[in-house]
């Protein structure tokens, strides 16, 4: 029994260890609060539903993508019978999210998504300081 | 019940033809009903191709007009380095793009006409066989050879099949050498093949391809080669045009008015 002080001290190593992320989750201020994202004022409702966007906006955006470019289909209409131009930059961002930075990047950001390579070809119309202009 | 071996080949024998037989009625209905699908829809395709006519074009020496909107509209990169250049629609000398129809005699006025080069829209595009990612294809409504940049790997069959040059690689980052942005139209990233779409993106709103649209001498026509009553068929009816390399099979919906 000699050794009951190194076996507590084990004890208490291991449970610290376990429960690091609980506590560290009590420590850190403010981490678990959701992104706080611009919406946009013109509109209230998205092509789809907010809980539809919010899991299969990647899956419409790639339907779109190929029907536009593969079918040359250049509408898309919601469930609910509106019909859009289909459009990375020329409808969501130019008609909606006109600061894409305040929107999909929060989200992505907080999320842990890398950045999508949508935009090494799509124009982000705010942030053109690649150009030689 | 004994069967005798003749008796078992005879009802074998019956049996494979009459499975083989029901197999090669079907196909024979199949190839018969594709082939009536194929006219059906030849009616409603359409056939777009450009005339350009060089006399006029060459009326405004040094124009660039139809190349600037080109490549304003759709954010290709100016780049010097020759090696690096990208273009959608370009001019080099007759004697260049006529190869063959060139001679040593051949006046010097025709020798050194400018003539303006963009994608031929082939009616049989090689490079649309040698893609491998089918990244670029005939569109079957209106015989654009269009590309699709998602899905281009970069690995230039494309260029190395097309006789006329037409395609360009990004060696580099296509950005920083974008003059003038249109935010309508997206840029390509490096590592991908670009080339003249005949403005499918304004075709579908019902516009005219910039080049056309944008030339100040008018030289350019552009319509339904299939439609007789359009302007196009018009203009080649009553003017000689020829064509760059039609001896290749590639049948090049570009037509030249010299």
């Keep these: 029994m000699r050794d009951r002080s190194l076996i507590y ?3 208490l190593v291991f449970l610290a260890a376990v429960t690091i992320p609980f506590t560290y989750n009590l420590t850190a201020s403010g981490s678990g609060s959701m992104p706080d994202l611009e919406l946009p004022e013109n509109e209230t409702q998205c092509v789809e539903s907010t809980e539809f966007m919010r899991s299969s906006h ?23 019978g509106r019909t859009f131009d289909v459009g ?24 842990g998504v890398e950045e999508p390579y949508c935009w090494e070809c799509h124009i982000d119309p705010e942030q053109i300081q690649w150009s030689g202009q | 019940m004994i069967i005798s071996r003749k008796k078992f080949l005879k009802i074998a024998g019956v049996s494979a033809l009459a499975v083989t037989g029901e197999r090669l009625a079907r196909n024979f209905a199949g190839a018969m009903q594709s082939e009536e699908q ?10 777009l191709a450009m005339v350009i006519d060089l006399k006029k074009c060459a009326q405004e020496e040094g124009c660039t007009q139809c190349i600037d909107a080109c490549h304003r509209i759709h954010n290709v990169p100016v780049i010097d380095d020759r090696n690096h250049e990208i273009s959608w629609i370009w001019k080099d000398e007759f004697k260049h793009a006529f190869h063959s129809a060139h001679n040593e005699y051949t006046a010097k006025h025709i020798e050194h006409l400018p003539v303006l080069l963009l994608c031929n829209h082939c009616g049989n595009p090689p490079c649309v066989r040698v893609c491998p990612t089918k990244a670029t294809w005939k569109r079957e409504a209106d015989g654009i050879v269009v590309m699709d940049w ?61 080049c056309v649209e944008s030339c100040p001498q008018n030289a350019l026509f552009f319509g339904d080669v299939d439609d007789a009553g359009s302007e196009i068929r018009q203009v080649l009816a009553s003017e000689f045009a020829i064509r760059r390399k039609p001896e290749l099979g590639t049948n090049p919906e570009v037509f030249y008015i010299v």
Excluded at chain 2, 38 to 47: P, Q, S, V
Aim: hydrophobic share 30%.
């Design chain 1, 58 to 80: 990647m899956q419409l955006l790639v339907d779109w993508r190929e029907d536009q470019v593969r079918e040359n289909i250049r509408t898309y209409t919601s469930s609910d």
């Design chain 2, 150 to 210: 998602h899905r281009c790997i970069g690995c230039r069959y494309c260029m190395a099949a097309c006789p006329y040059g037409s395609r360009s690689f990004n060696w580099t980052d296509p950005r920083p050498n974008i003059k003038e942005v249109n935010v309508d139209f997206p840029t390509r990233t490096k590592g991908v093949v670009e080339k003249c779409n005949f403005c499918d993106e304004r075709l579908a709103k019902g516009k005219l391809p910039a």
């Design chain 1, 9 to 11: 001290l084990g004890l």
């Design chain 1, 88 to 111: 990375l930059t020329n409808t969501c961002l130019k008609q909606c999210h006109a600061r894409k930075e305040d929107f999909c990047d929060r989200c992505h950001d907080y999320a």
């Design chain 2, 38 to 47: 194929k006219t059906a829809g030849a009616l409603t395709t359409k056939r």
